[in-house]
Structures are given as structure tokens and as C-alpha cells.
């Protein structure tokens, strides 16, 4: 760490060879230049917590304006502000919190679970997190620029220069003729930066997936988190091309005058729907499925039993990747596209649902007869499959196309999303967070304030979001940011906006939870739950290169099995000291000595930081001073890339073979 | 550049990988299976819009089949040299590998200028982007492709200026060859989609 000098006074060999020579630094320089899957977990976890907090204030900010029936002029934000505002909480908890959160736990975890020592590309790993850093905050750097961006005086005028479309961007409200400054330009730009973050992501997992696995674990051994890794990642190679062109096609019409939305011209705004739901259906699976692989790791473990029927949630997860890409037009069943279309769309989302509703069936036939160890982890994988289920089977009522007529743009739909996204998505995070979290720490979190968390936010959860369900049967429309009284939405919305206050609040205590546990939490050595997979027989905080010896493999739960065999009845019986393995003993001063792991580099960080550039360039190519930006993006970009090919990648490599 | 992922690998403890393919192998089919998608999208677009623009100029006046029949030409026996030199290159001739991928950029960069004189013309006749939606999807469409073939002649001169530095340059790293040839024949795959259904299927 004392050899690290200032980058910026050295030659360009010299910076190489200090930023290998960083590996085992802790400064900010060993960060931007890191290559470990487990730091750039760890940075996709704060980054994406970061945006977590960002966009649950936003969601505040919606509920204070709807607590209360309300004029245009009366009520707290001014429409304009309030469409920017609502925009942007949907693209924040999509795009930069699920998304980024499930890849924390895809880097942290996939690695240590199938018994590797980094993912494939490691240094297309940290391309992928900067990328959508950048993304995130050249989406975010909109708000600035409504006026002149250094002084900010647009932002503290309450000019935002936002987004404003919504987070499902429709054509023609999208366009220019609807949505004028430059909003959408950032959403469009915006989200193409994260989707190659993202197909980044989703290349490298896969191929870590099909070919870095340990000896013996072969794919029918594998942790279900790590198959619901390799099927969201699937889902997002092919989705994400589909919406790169939806976005730009959009930005082509914005920037230079296409016509792909142009009803005057003869286009249609319903091909945005398509291509915008034909990537946004299997989207909400990216979105759930890690989270199902969470609790299916979570059950297990508190339950004291192996997962009911693992190959049918493996065969459902996969089932659910399948199906997901026929079922896109049931977001759209009151655009006539006709009886027979919607009939088969109906269908098609009428049988997703059994896929889904076996998962929830072996989650619950875990539990059943299981010596239940109700942790913090365990309640929130708990809480996940109660909540999911009621946001599913609201899900099922959208599936029938006459009911759906009644319920479409109310805020049942509102309900329903976020029952499956909060209720679904963010409870099995948490619930990973609380269960994963101990072996990064290396400590434990409290259970009595993590406790509290869950309780809270369940209690703050339902009452943000079933009295939505109510509202919506009682005709409340989506997307209105005020509404008049005498419709009698006005308690309801009240209830809503608590509910919304006391999430804000369990929130609190979890930060509060974190902080504590990170400095006087129990240590939590290596094993702390009793656990039952590979992450778990190596130290926390795991060491660099993960594994001392790659494990050989024998079983499904092939930790558990190291450290219980079964007595004639059947019952785990502790395998007699001296034949487990401790797991402490692989760690030692000289163990992993010789293992070579990539050098750091930062080619990953200029390249991803191109992106931005071009982004500005775009956004603003009528100005000729601004123009070159592309230029300056497109320059970086190259570099990087170039630099990143022709450095070799290990210590090893750099010797004759320096190719 | 073979070996740049063979010590990638090497690092992460996997000298052998689970399915017997390279990462980096692995990972080109996948982003082939992705690129589908891209201009799955891109045509489904061309497609539903086909006769929909209300005004000129329309595809039959401008198309002019025979020139675009020998661009295509031009680029699909790129795809024969593109063999050669992986052929070439798995015998250990860096020599005859270095003149089939000059031959392949050539024919690749032939195919772009005619592509360019190709949206001239069009230009001059009053097809823009903004004219009408033939303009919008077939410039974005034929774009695209353009732009996948301008990378694919980077990649092929770059792996030429690597084999000068010492690295592409044993049957060893056949493999960079390989990876360059599948991008370069999807490419080509592609443009015998675009072909067929853009300028070939009866143009009103």
C-alpha cells in the first residue's frame, strides 16, 4: 500500500505496473483498479443501495403529493415535477437498484458457489460496474441540466431536467413534440449505457456458469441461486438488444428527425409498446428470479432440511425464462390488438403462473416438518414468498382480459407491480443482505434491530400498497400527480403515504443495523448459519483467491454433506471431529501463496467512462462546442478497449509468454 | 491475444473449462445469439413498415439491384477468404493468414464504399432519414450493418498489425482468428437476411 504514489506523477508503464502491484491495497486507486468479483460486488451493493435511498425518497416525494386531495396549484410539487419525479423513481428502482443489487449478489456469490476463483472476465466485470455507474449518473445529471448545469440554477429553481415519460418511455408522449428539453434524451442514452452494462453482466455469468464450475459440481449440483443466475442472465442477452434498439429507434426520432413513432408519417406508437414489452416482460424475471434463488439458498438453510423438490423449482425457474418471452402483450390488451391476440396472451400469463405457483409450493414444502430458525434472513425469505404470493395472484386477475379492461392504468396495477417488486424483489434481496452479508463482513448483523427492520417494513409495506389495491377498485387513476376531493381516495391515499413513511423509517434502521454490526457485531466466523453450500466453508471475509484448494464436489448441499452424515433413521448425525473439515484450516500465512489471480487494471474504467461522453456528445450534438464530445467519449472509449486487449491480464502472463 | 484469455483462465484455477470450449469461445457464441436479437428488432421494424410510407421516394425507384448484387457478392466471398485464413493460421502460415485477412478487410471495405456511394445516391434523390419511414428504417437498418462491418475490418487489421508485434502469429492462437471469422460470418449471414428481404422481396 506505502508503494502506491500519486498515478498522475508517473509515466503510463510505471502506473501499470504500480496498479498490479496494488492488489492487495486498500485505497481508492486499488478500487477504481479492481478486478475481484468480490469488491465489484461489493461496489454494485453500495452503488446500487445509494440509489436505493435516491429513489425511495423520490417514492416519498409521490406519496406527500397524493396524501392528500389536492388542486394543481396547492399541492407540493408542480405537475411538470411530479412527471419527472415519478419517471425517475421507476427508472431508479428498476435499472439501478433491482437490477444492479441482483448482479451484487450474481458477483459476490456465483464464484464462491460453484467453487471458482473469479468469474470469467474479470476485467469485463468491472467494465459492466462502471458502466453503470456512469449510467446512473449521467441519467441522474439530467436533473441538473435544465439551466445553466454549473451554477445548478434550474435544479434549485425547480426546473428538473429530468426525464418525464415515465419509466415505460411511450411514443408519442416520449417525443419531442410531447416532452420537449432534453429529459428523454438522457432516459434513452441513458438506458443504453446500463443495457451494455448489463449484457455485460449477463455474457460473463453465463460463461462463468457453464465452464468455471469446481470439479464434480456438475449443473445439476449447482446451488439454485446459481441456476437462477444463469437463467437471468440468459434473459438479459436476449432482452437487452431488443430494447437497444427500441431506444434507438426512440433516440433516432429525437435527435435527427425519424419517423419510427411518427403517426404523420405513417409509423406507429404501438411499435414502441411491442418492442418496449417484449423486452420489459422478461425484464420483471430479471428482476425476480435472483431474488427466487435467494430465498431457495435462505429456506433451506433455517429450515434444517434440503430444498423441497429441487429440480422442479430448477425446471420452474427455467420454465419461467422460457414462458416470459411469449406473455409480453397482456401489458397491452387495451390497444386493440383484438379477441384472439389478447385470448392468447391471456392464456400464455394464465399458465405462467403455474410455473411460479410450484416454486412457491416447494418453498413452503421446505418449511413444512423443518426445525424452522427464525433469523432475520429467514423472515424475510418468509416475507417474500407471503407477499410475493398475494402480488402474484393479483398478477393472475390482470391475466383475464375483461377484469384487466376494468383494471388497467388504476392503481390496482400499481399495487400489483409493487407487490411483486417490493414484496417480491426487495424482500428476498434483504433477505440475502442479511444472509450473505456476515460473510463479507465478517461479522453478524444484530438480530433484534434486523428483526425490527423486518417487522416494520412489512407492517410499513402492507399499508403502502393494499390500500393502492382498494384506490384502484375504486377507479383512482396511475400517473395523476394530484386529484380532486369528493371522490373518497383521500383516507386511503393518507394510509398509503404512512405506509410509505414507516418503510422510509425500517430503511433507517437497517443503515443504522449495518453500521453497528460492522463495527460490534458477533464475528461471525466462517459457518455461522450451519449452512449448506460451498460459500460457506471458506473465511469471512472470504480471502482474494477464494479458495486455497478448488473443492471437489459430490452432491447437491455438498458442504452440508462434509459436515453431517445420516443415521439409519435418517437424521443428520455431525460426521466424528477429526473427519470434517474445519474451515478455518485452509487459512493459513502461506496458504495461497502461488495462486495467481488477474492483475488490476484500470482499461475497464477509461473505457466505461467513453460512455458518458458520447452520451453528452448526442444529447447535445446542435452545439457545435459540445459536439466533440462524442469525439472525446468515443477516444476513451478505444483506449480503453485497446489497452485492455494488448495488457496482459496476470503477473504470470507478463513474463516472455507477454502476450 | 490467445493467450491474454488463456492466462485469464489460467488465474481463475480452470486450465479445462466444464462444457470443453474456451470462455472467450463461449462468449462469442453467446454474443452472436444476442446480436440476433439486435437485428431481429431492426428487420421486424423494416418489415412492419414496408409500404406503409405515404410519401416518396419509395424503394422501386431508387433500388439498384445489380450494384447491390455485386456489393453482396463482394461481401460473401469475404466469408470464403476469411476461411483461408483461419485455414491458413492452424497450419502455423502467419504469411498466407496475413494475406487472407488483407483480402478479407479489402473485400470488406470494398462492400462499405459501395455502401457509402450506395446512401449518396439515395441522398441526392431525396431520401433522408426524415423523408418518409423507407428512409427511417432502411437507413438505421443498413446502418447498423455497416457499422458491424467497419468493426469486423478493425478487428481483422488489427489481428494483422498483432501478428507484426509477435502475438497472433503460431497455430496456438488460431483461436483470435476463429473468434474474428464467427463475427465476420455472422455478419455476412446478416447481410443475406437484409438482402433478401429488403431489396429482393418485390420492391414497390
Known amino acids: ?659 | 491475444m490467445a493467450q491474454v484469455a488463456h492466462a485469464e483462465s489460467s488465474a481463475a484455477g480452470h486450465l479445462e473449462t466444464n462444457t470443453g470450449l474456451d470462455n472467450r469461445k463461449l462468449l462469442m457464441w453467446l454474443f452472436l445469439g444476442s446480436e440476433c436479437l439486435f437485428f431481429g428488432s431492426l428487420i421486424s421494424a423494416y418489415l412492419l413498415y414496408r409500404d406503409r410510407s405515404v410519401v416518396g421516394p419509395y424503394p422501386a425507384d431508387l433500388y439498384d439491384i445489380p450494384f447491390t448484387s455485386v456489393s453482396s457478392f463482394i461481401l460473401l466471398m469475404s466469408s470464403l477468404s476469411m476461411v483461408l485464413a483461419l485455414a491458413a493460421i492452424q497450419r502455423g502460415n502467419v504469411r498466407n493468414m496475413r494475406i487472407w485477412l488483407l483480402c478479407t478487410a479489402l473485400l470488406g471495405t470494398l462492400f462499405i464504399g459501395g455502401q457509402a456511394f450506395e446512401f449518396t445516391e439515395f441522398y441526392r434523390e431525396g431520401l433522408h432519414l426524415d423523408t418518409n419511414l423507407f428512409g427511417t428504417t432502411f437507413y438505421v437498418l443498413t446502418g447498423f450493418h455497416g457499422a458491424h462491418v467497419t468493426v469486423g475490418v478493425l478487428i481483422l487489421l488489427s489481428i494483422v498489425a498483432a501478428s507484426f508485434k509477435g502475438r497472433v502469429n503460431s497455430e496456438e492462437d488460431a483461436l483470435t482468428v476463429e473468434l474474428a471469422g464467427l463475427y465476420w460470418h455472422f455478419v455476412d449471414i446478416v447481410w443475406i437476411v437484409i438482402f433478401t428481404l429488403v431489396y429482393l422481396v418485390e420492391p414497390t
Open chain 1, 1 to 659: 500500500m506505502a508503494t502506491i504514489a500519486h498515478p498522475g506523477r508517473m509515466t503510463f508503464p510505471q502506473a501499470m505496473r504500480e496498479a498490479r502491484g496494488a492488489a492487495a491495497a486498500h485505497g481508492l486507486w486499488s478500487w477504481i483498479t479492481t478486478v475481484d468479483h468480490k469488491r465489484i460486488g461489493i461496489l454494485y451493493g453500495v452503488t446500487s443501495f445509494i440509489f436505493f435511498l435516491i429513489g425511495g425518497l423520490e417514492a416519498l416525494l409521490i406519496r406527500i403529493n397524493l396524501a392528500t386531495p389536492e388542486t394543481a396549484e396547492s399541492a407540493f410539487l408542480t405537475p411538470d415535477q411530479y412527471n419527472r419525479i415519478f419517471t425517475m423513481h421507476g427508472v431508479t428502482m428498476i435499472f439501478l437498484v433491482v437490477m444492479p443489487m441482483s448482479s451484487a449478489f450474481f458477483n459476490l456469490m456465483v464464484p464462491l458457489m460453484i467453487g471458482a476463483r473469479d468469474v470469467a472476465f474479470p476485467r469485463m466485470n468491472a467494465f459492466s460496474y462502471w458502466l453503470f455507474l456512469f449510467g446512473g449518473l449521467f441519467l441522474y445529471s439530467s436533473f441538473f441540466m435544465s439551466g445553466n448545469p454549473f451554477t445548478g440554477d434550474g435544479f434549485i429553481n425547480g426546473d428538473f431536467g429530468a426525464p418525464d415519460g415515465g419509466w415505460f418511455g411511450y411514443a408519442p408522449l416520449s417525443l419531442e413534440r410531447f416532452s420537449s428539453g432534453h429529459g428523454m434524451d438522457y432516459y434513452a442514452i441513458g438506458l443504453q449505457i446500463l443495457g451494455v452494462a448489463s449484457l455485460a453482466g449477463g455474457f460473463n455469468f453465463i460463461v462463468t456458469i457453464l465452464n468455471m464450475r469446481a470439479p464434480g459440481m456438475s449443473l445439476f449440483r449447482m446451488p439454485v441461486f446459481v441456476w437462477m443466475t444463469l437463467v437471468t442472465s440468459f434473459l438479459i442477452i436476449f432482452a437487452m438488444p431488443v430494447i437497444a434498439v427500441a431506444l434507438f429507434q426512440l433516440s433516432f426520432d429525437r435527435l435527427f428527425g425519424a419517423n419510427f413513432f411518427n403517426v404523420a408519417a405513417g409509423g406507429t406508437p404501438l411499435l414502441w409498446q411491442h418492442m418496449f414489452w417484449l423486452f420489459g416482460h422478461p425484464e420483471v424475471y430479471i428482476l425476480i428470479l435472483p431474488a427466487f434463488g435467494i430465498v431457495s439458498e435462505v429456506l433451506p438453510t433455517f429450515s434444517r432440511k434440503p430444498l423441497f423438490g429441487y429440480p422442479f423449482v430448477v425446471f420452474s425457474g427455467v420454465a419461467i425464462g422460457f414462458m416470459s418471452w411469449g406473455v409480453w402483450a397482456h401489458h397491452m390488451y387495451t390497444t386493440g390488438l383484438g379477441a384472439v391476440a389478447n385470448s392468447a396472451f391471456g392464456i400464455s400469463t394464465i399458465l405462467i403462473a403455474v410455473p411460479t405457483g410450484v416454486k412457491i409450493f416447494n418453498w413452503m414444502g421446505t418449511m413444512w416438518g423443518g426445525s424452522l430458525d427464525l433469523k432475520t434472513p429467514m423472515w424475510f425469505a418468509i416475507g417474500l414468498v407471503a407477499m410475493f404470493t398475494v402480488g402474484g395472484l393479483t398478477g393472475v386477475t390482470h391475466s383475464i382480459v375483461p377484469s384487466d379492461y376494468q383494471q388497467q392504468d388504476t392503481y390496482y396495477v400499481v399495487s400489483h407491480f409493487h407487490q411483486v417488486l417490493f414484496g417480491g424483489a426487495l424482500f428476498g434481496l434483504f433477505a440475502g443482505i442479511y444472509y450473505w452479508g456476515p460473510k463479507f463482513m465478517g461479522r453478524l448483523f444484530d438480530e433484534r434491530l434486523g428483526q425490527l427492520h423486518f417487522w416494520t417494513m412489512l407492517i410499513g409495506f402492507n399499508l403502502t400498497f393494499q390500500p393502492m389495491m382498494i384506490l384502484g377498485l375504486m377507479g383512482m387513476p396511475r400517473r395523476i400527480d394530484h386529484y380532486p376531493d369528493g371522490y373518497g381516495w383521500g383516507f386511503w391515499n393518507a394510509m398509503a403515504t404512512a405506509g410509505a413513511f414507516l418503510i422510509a423509517f425500517s430503511i433507517l434502521i437497517f443503515i443504522f443495523n449495518f453500521f453497528y454490526s460492522l463495527r460490534r457485531g458477533k464475528v461471525a466466523g466462517a459457518d455461522p448459519w450451519d449452512a449448506r453450500t460451498l460459500e460457506w466453508s471458506i473465511p469471512s471475509p472470504p480471502p482474494a483467491y477464494n479458495f486455497a484448494e478448488i473443492p471437489q464436489v459430490h452432491a447437491v448441499d455438498d458442504w452440508w454433506h462434509k459436515k453431517y452424515a445420516e443415521d439409519p433413521s435418517g437424521r443428520p448425525v455431525p460426521v466424528p471431529a477429526g473427519a470434517a473439515v474445519e474451515p478455518e484450516a485452509q487459512h493459513g500465512e502461506d496458504v495461497g501463496r502461488g495462486i495467481h489471480m488477474p492483475s488490476p487494471s484500470f482499461m475497464p474504467f477509461i473505457a466505461a467512462l467513453g460512455m458518458p461522453f458520447l452520451g453528452y456528445g448526442l444529447v447535445y450534438h446542435d452545439d457545435p462546442w459540445l459536439r466533440p464530445l462524442i469525439a472525446v467519449g468515443a477516444t476513451l472509449l478505444v483506449t480503453g478497449i485497446m489497452g485492455w486487449a494488448l495488457e496482459p491480464a496476470t503477473e504470470e502472463g507478463s513474463g516472455a509468454a507477454a502476450h
